[in-house]
């Protein structure tokens, strides 16, 4: 079957069981009843050892002045005790710039960094004995908060901007502005399973590391270089993690370069999963931010000019701050058109642990100056916020992005939203919410209706590659590996799906195994929403060329054209007729010495951006999608209840709908939790307070709306050549919940007309109440 023919066939579910079909998770049955293995369910060899962190629990930042070891070493069950000295390679576990030391000895830049790990019998014995030690180091005066950063000026990498036009100028001459200011909070991923890794010692310093990772081949590459060792000495496995969302993409370097550390060191497996409270304190989080934002804009409310700062705080080093931040400049637009712009970032330095990549990787705060900004103009011209966001919205002749990408579906964006509006009823709910309103002084209604458009690709263009390695054996059965890994959100399945689609065989047929950097090379993260897309694609490419062999050789033996041959539903067709089975074809194919195995590789087209000149195409393509949320606030206690969410989100051709709407339920509750409920909080000299989930709320089942209807987008596919016309769903859900906020916000200005509430996020119930108290002083943003 032709490539093109296959396609429209998938496009049409026409008699295929794979693509396109909603499978349940690989893993769904082992989830469930507790049957899948992660790290710390691998038996463990006679002689494993357990590694714990120690660190100062003093001051955030300053020079070590003792470090005093000597109970940690008498302690029971401790086998040796490693400090900064014991490294043997190079002692740096950052992800690119080489400026987060694994262990440090002279002065600690935030409080948790490492100074020496404990080596133990048990994991018990490992964590008691780091509460041994007695360091002191002469405290210094920390910057905690991005205002602090701020003042001192103390950056991790240098500013950047994005300009169109004079916005200044424009600015002055605008009819009506806007300024406002505003934090947006972090987030910890929470993950369900902490950070973990287990080192096993080879011969020759051979090293295998099973990693909760998203990055085995950074893993690989940290390991080797802490070690000293060639890369190739080095073999990273990752079957799946629970949970990572960006928290496992660079900061899981750390933890396995300790494990493989300890091995090296002692000749014995080694095992470092950290506990709950020291996995939050010592891993960094998502980004926050003060954002100042400037708008001129016109009596309909379409922008004339646009100012936005973007101040982040980054933490003590860069880690994957660079693009995190460029990321947040790129959806600073989220679905508008701004004629005149300046759009800056100010990456900050601060005395606390390095914040790093999580699901959205800067889009969320972006994308949130955006809607914050088209609320501020509807509350101060006293029209609906729909109807300013519509007005706005990019449309032929108004169509490029502040980094001079063309937005080539933006009819689809607009088609989308006002379906969406339809059938949520937006309109009369409306309505609904003022009157509501109207005869009620305590209780508050809010809506809102906000939209996502979401750039898929990594912007380092280089990450945009994959490969995959799949094997036919004799008895008709199909192995698969490629260098994705799975978290929970089911990228094996949809490549085995894709796998099994394109050789022809149940999906049943398909083997799942595990990611493995000796299996598959110099694989890119499993980050940006991208993982579908490459991976899918390399897995298909591998198999095309399989396919390709096969029927060339049932060609010549059997005296028939290459394009009168299929492979579907495990049969063997010769001009619409099935003749044989795949695992008959298999064993003669075997038998006549054809090579059953092939590598594929993938990298996105069209992928070209000059980060210096600001200038070429860092998405390959944009994903689009809405959401409408109602709120209920009650401005005596600041609580409020969610009581209804309608998603409508675009995912081109969807591979697998169950978890493609399994991932958009997911992304927009965590999201709804990073902006409602989840508040990190750093006390004065610098340490995290809210660290256990008695201090720190993620969202429950409670929290979830009772009435929360999630559709697919019925689309035309993706325009873009990717797996089968599919669109990524991994990240562009998390900012559906946006409107939210955007409906918390509605119900606070209800209460005095044309002002805009002075609301930060997260908006918690203090938030709330804050800002209630606030808006009915008259107290403008």
């Excluded at 192995?479 to 394109?502: D, F, P, R, S």
């Excluded at 991994?730 to 005095?752: K, R, T, W």
């Amino acid at each position: 079957m032709s490539t093109d023919l296959l396609e429209t066939r998938v496009a049409e579910n026409n008699q295929l069981q794979a693509v396109g079909q909603p499978h349940k998770h690989d893993s769904a049955r082992k989830h469930v009843s507790g049957k899948a293995t992660y790290i710390d369910d691998m038996i463990e060899p006679v002689g494993t050892l357990h590694v714990a962190p120690g660190y100062s629990t003093a001051a955030a930042c300053g020079r070590i002045t003792k470090i005093d070891l000597a109970a940690v070493r008498a302690a029971p069950g401790v086998v040796a005790v490693l400090e900064a000295g014991d490294i043997p390679g190079v002692n740096d576990c950052s992800p690119a710039m080489g400026d987060d030391p694994v262990l440090v000895s002279e002065r600690i830049a935030f409080h948790g960094q490492l100074i020496f790990l404990i080596v133990a019998q048990t994991r018990l014995q490992a964590r008691k004995a780091a509460k041994l030690a007695h360091i002191d180091v002469q405290a210094e005066a920390a910057l905690i908060s991005v205002a602090d950063a701020l003042k001192a000026d103390q950056t991790v990498l240098p500013d950047y901007e994005f300009r169109r036009g004079s916005p200044e100028a424009k600015l002055e001459r605008a009819a009506h502005t806007v300024r406002s200011s505003f934090a947006l909070g972090g987030q910890e991923h929470f993950y369900l399973e902490g950070q973990v890794a287990f080192a096993f010692p080879g011969e020759d310093g051979d090293m295998t590391v099973h990693s909760s990772t998203q990055h085995p081949t950074e893993v690989q590459h940290t390991v080797a270089k802490v070690l000293g060792v060639d890369e190739a000495e080095v073999t990273v496995e990752v079957r799946r993690m629970g949970g990572a969302f960006g928290g496992k993409e660079s900061q899981a370097n750390q933890w396995a370069a300790l494990a493989a550390l300890a091995a090296h060191a002692t000749g014995r497996p080694c095992k470092c999963r950290l506990d709950r409270d020291d996995d939050m304190i010592l891993t960094g989080k998502r980004h926050d931010f003060l954002v100042d934002l400037d708008a001129g804009y016109d009596g309909t409310g379409k922008i004339e000019a646009v100012k936005i700062n973007l101040n982040s705080r980054c933490g003590h080093s860069a880690d994957l701050s660079l693009g995190i931040n460029d990321r947040a400049m790129f959806h600073a637009d989220n679905s508008y058109y701004y004629t005149d712009l300046t759009i800056r970032s100010k990456r900050l330095k601060t005395n606390t642990v390095s914040n790093t990549a999580f699901r959205g990787f800067g889009g969320p705060q972006g994308m949130f100056a955006a809607e914050r900004m088209m609320d501020a103009i509807a509350i101060k011209l006293g029209l609906d916020p729909l109807d300013v966001r519509k007005v706005n919205f990019y449309r032929e002749g108004e169509n490029t992005t502040p980094y001079g990408q063309p937005v080539e579906e933006h009819e689809l964006l607009a088609t989308l939203v006002d379906q969406l509006e339809a059938s949520c009823a937006y309109r009369a709910r409306r309505k609904a919410v003022e009157a509501f309103n109207a005869e009620n002084k305590v209780l508050k209604k809010g809506i809102a209706l906000t939209p996502v458009k979401f750039g898929i690709s990594f912007t380092l263009r280089h990450l945009n590659q994959a490969g995959a390695l799949v094997h036919l054996y004799r008895d008709g059965s199909v192995h698969l590996n490629h260098g994705g890994t799975e978290m929970g959100q089911g990228l094996y399945q949809k490549v085995a799906q894709i796998t099994a689609t394109e050789m022809g065989v149940p999906l049943s047929k398909v083997k799942i195994t595990a990611t493995n950097t000796s299996k598959v090379a110099n694989t890119s993260p499993t980050a940006a929403s991208s993982g579908t897309d490459l991976n899918g694609m390399a897995a298909a490419i591998a198999c095309r060329e399989i396919v390709g062999r096969l029927k060339a050789f049932v060609a010549e033996r059997f005296d028939v054209s290459e394009t009168d041959i299929e492979f579907l539903d495990d049969q063997v067709f010769i001009s619409g007729e099935a003749k044989f089975s795949i695992k008959k074809l298999a064993q003669l194919a075997y038998e006549n010495r054809i090579h059953l195995s092939s590598s594929g590789f993938y990298k996105t087209p069209k992928i070209i951006w000059d980060r210096d000149k600001v200038e070429g195409r860092p998405f390959f393509y944009f994903s689009y999608g809405a959401s409408c949320s109602e709120v209920l606030i009650d401005t005596l206690t600041g609580e409020m209840k969610v009581e209804r969410v309608d998603v409508l989100h675009d995912v081109g051709k969807s591979l697998n709908p169950a978890l493609d709407i399994g991932q958009i339920e997911g992304g927009f509750v965590q999201g709804m939790g990073w902006l409602t409920s989840e508040e990190l909080w750093f006390d004065d000299v610098g340490r995290l307070r809210t660290h256990a989930p008695s201090t720190y709320k993620i969202p429950t089942a409670s929290d979830v709306p009772e009435e929360f209807n999630v559709s697919l987008f019925e689309s035309e596919g993706n325009p873009e050549e990717t797996i089968y016309r599919s669109k990524a769903v991994g990240e562009p859900p998390l900012m559906l919940p946006i409107s939210v906020f955007c409906a918390i916000n509605d119900a606070i200005a209800s209460l005095n007309k044309g002002v805009l509430p002075k609301l930060d996020a997260p908006a918690t119930p203090e938030a709330i109440l804050n800002a209630v108290q606030a808006i009915k002083r008259g107290e403008v943003d």
